[in-house]
């Protein structure tokens, strides 16, 4: 039996909500035409796709380990089908997966959604945490567009700078710590590091290696963020985004300080693959998070 590209939509909407109802809304078809196509697909990849667990359905393990190449299919088939059209985000209805670490999504998400909200109400927005930052998501279609800090990207993957972010110092505001401190004063508090994969090192250390000096650590959290209520609710220093500091700061009650050491910035990248350059939504989205940043 072959396949469609109607019966690959079906597949990944199936597999984007999880049963037949949901699927079925999605793609604004009835219920029993919905159950008819898990069928046909059923018969033509020779698995269930989707069983029973408890109340709601799960997919199988191979529906999961082809849901990222049907994904990819069908951008490539859109992009093909729109090349060279307007796309009317008024009537768009679309899903896009972005990849982002909190301490950016903290101040970006909000601008982000309040733009698309504004022209696009069809359009869903998923964002995920960062958990690799392997390419192999975009190129799949796990993923739409990767929000981060990226060193070499590869040759089939397409770039464009968000923004330059520097690290300051943040203690709670009443802290008696110089608004100015030393490097002596600084390391004479305990930190508390942000790291996702645990690590309490980083390029403070470094620098303070270099002249003979150390930092202890006495947390280490998975996220920006929980370092920022951390920090509000404790006697601990902890270093975070500038714009994060900026935005939040006085609301959860922590003051932001300059790092008397020089520390390299960053380059917060947005990243996507080639072969949704054409693509009119893809495009949108990508100036609608250049224009977020501006």
């Known amino acids: 039996m072959e396949l469609d590209l109607n019966l690959l939509r079906v597949f990944d909407a199936l597999l984007q909500d999880g049963s037949v109802t949901g699927a079925a809304e ?4 009835s219920i029993p035409a919905t159950s008819r196509a898990l069928g046909r697909l059923r018969r033509a990849m020779d698995d269930p796709i989707l069983v029973r667990a408890g109340r709601g359905m799960a997919p199988t393990p191979f529906a999961l380990r082809t849901a990222p190449r049907v994904r990819s299919l069908l951008d ?13 985000v008024a009537d768009l209805k679309r899903t896009f997966t972005l990849r982002i670490n909190d301490g950016v999504a903290a101040t970006l998400v909000t601008a982000v959604m309040d733009a698309v909200a504004a022209v696009a109400p069809g359009v869903v927005l998923r964002f995920v945490a960062e958990g690799s930052e392997s390419a192999e998501a975009l190129r799949d279609g796990s993923i739409d567009i990767d929000i981060g800090v990226v060193e ?3 040759t ?3 770039t464009a700078v968000l923004y330059k972010e520097s690290v300051v110092g943040i203690v709670r505001a009443d802290s008696a710590l110089s608004r100015r401190p030393t490097l002596a004063q600084l390391c004479r508090h305990p930190h508390v590091s942000a790291s996702r994969r645990g690590r309490a090192r980083g390029p403070l250390d470094d620098a303070l290696e270099a002249v003979g000096r150390q930092r202890h650590v006495a947390a280490v959290v998975p996220t920006f963020v929980v370092a920022l209520h951390l920090v509000a609710s404790s ?7 500038r ?3 900026d935005m939040y700061g006085a609301t959860v009650g922590v003051r932001s300080f300059p790092i008397p050491v020089a520390l390299p910035e960053v380059e917060v990248t947005m990243l996507w693959h080639a072969r949704l350059d054409a693509d009119p939504a893809q495009r949108w989205l990508r100036d ?3 224009g977020a940043v501006s």
Do not use: C, N, T
């Open 26 to 29: 999605r793609l604004h078809l």
């Open 76 to 88: 490539e088939a859109s992009a093909l089908i729109s090349a060279d059209r307007e796309v009317s």
């Open 152 to 154: 070499e990207p590869a």
């Open 156 to 158: 089939d993957i397409r």
């Open 235 to 241: 006697h601990l220093i902890g270093l975070v985004p």
């Open 243 to 245: 714009r994060l500091a």
């Open 288 to 290: 609608i998070i250049l």
